[in-house]
């Protein structure tokens, strides 16, 4: 077994079960997974296993402050009652002087005011999806009569600011929003909300007949759906929100991208999975107390085993684990060895690396051509505001090297 190291455990007490159907969504389908299953709900022994576990071995690691991920699936179909356990479970388990903090992914249609009450009195974070305006959202996220989702999505975010819940967004960039980054990104602004996650979104076609899926390198198999985002498109979205945000949001919005290549450019380690060199330290567990190497990986094959049946600080810190974090570096293609940008982008990850490189080297990333776009628009003021950082100025100062005051 290897030292233990820090770690993150993205929990899954549903497992994949919503009460939503987003027509892109991957997770829907690890339902296979367990086709005897009716209930997908985390029994009350495998819940507390988990939380113990995961507090000891964050112990173990040298952690002072725990932090639990909950998402699904949908959580909130779980009701405030399972949630008030978990706290009180983590209160069990948690010796003196250790730091408990919960993070909660909701799609927001069931968030109601006793939920906002308990997310408040807990101090949870909460993530909720939300993918633009109503045209824009209700495009791929409909329930699963196949009616739209933006009205009780607004009405739950309505709930976590009435209440103060600490709250950011999770938008994914998709084909329908790709083309409009600044109108989503002013809307999200326009909600309130000060935190924003944007995730692309990309999967490969599973059958060859999709006549409207595009194709990646012209590879009859090797095409995507047809609400993936292009990587000219999500690199355009992101130059586009970048702009908005340099000239006018900079420490009043923060947008994880933004906030991550920051760091990166001021020569400090990512922060985000996605832009590290190695990867390995952000696992899933799912209801049954199966631990996967990777949210992204929930396959047979990236199984490392069951917390009731062997001790969760035998799978983190094992050889098979280290080498599925090592690989995301071993496995770079010589074209992300040579780029100028590598420090930034470290090849992204794993599970978009199925594109070919201008040689024709297979493994490379899908999104390159999105960040080197990025990289080349706004390279040099994110190279300014590391400047201004480092030196202990707000990154702020930087608009005045690129705009003449009005």
Known sequence: ???????????????????????????????????????????????????????????????????????GGEPTMLGVDYFRKIVALQKKHAPNGLKITNAFQTNGTLLDEEWGA?????????????????????????????????????????????????????????????????????????????????????????GAGLASAPQVDMEPGNSVTAWSVSPRAYGKFLCDVFDVWFRHDIGTTFVQFFDVQLGLWLG??????????????????????????????????????????????????????????????????AQCRSCAFRFACNGGCPKHRFARTRNGEHGHNYFCESYKMFFHHAGDRLKEMANLVRFGRPASEARAAFYRPK
Not at 39 to 63: H, N, Y
Not at 272 to 278: K, R, T, W
Not at 293 to 316: A, F, I, Q, W
Request: glycine share 6%.
């Open 1 to 71: 077994m290897q030292t233990a190291s820090p770690f993150n455990i993205m929990i899954k007490p549903i497992g994949p079960r919503c009460n939503i159907s987003c027509e892109y969504c991957y997770y829907l389908e690890k339902e296979k997974l367990y086709p005897d299953e009716k209930k997908f709900r985390m029994a009350d022994d495998v819940l507390e296993s988990t939380i113990s576990q995961v507090i000891a071995a964050s112990a173990e690691a040298g952690l002072t402050e725990v932090p639990f991920a909950w998402q």
């Open 118 to 206: 308990f997310l408040h009195d807990n101090r949870f974070l909460v993530g909720i999806s939300i993918d633009g305006p109503k045209k824009i959202h209700d495009r791929y996220r409909l329930d699963r009569a196949g009616r739209p989702t933006f009205d009780a999505v607004m009405r739950g975010l309505d709930v976590l600011q009435r209440h103060k819940v600490e709250h950011n967004a999770l938008t994914v960039v998709q084909h329908a929003n790709s083309g409009k980054g600044k109108e989503v990104y002013s809307f999200l602004k326009g909600l309130g909300i000060e935190f924003i996650q944007f995730i692309p979104i990309v999967e490969r076609s599973a």
């Open 268 to 333: 400090a380690p990512s922060t985000l999975c996605v832009f590290a060199e190695s990867c390995g330290n952000g696992l899933a567990l799912e209801h049954d107390g199966s631990l996967y190497s990777c949210d992204h990986y929930v396959y047979p094959e990236y199984r490392l085993g069951n917390l009731t049946k062997t001790p969760l600080r035998e799978m983190l810190w094992t050889e098979r684990q280290q080498a599925f974090g090592n690989d995301k570096l071993d496995q770079l293609t």
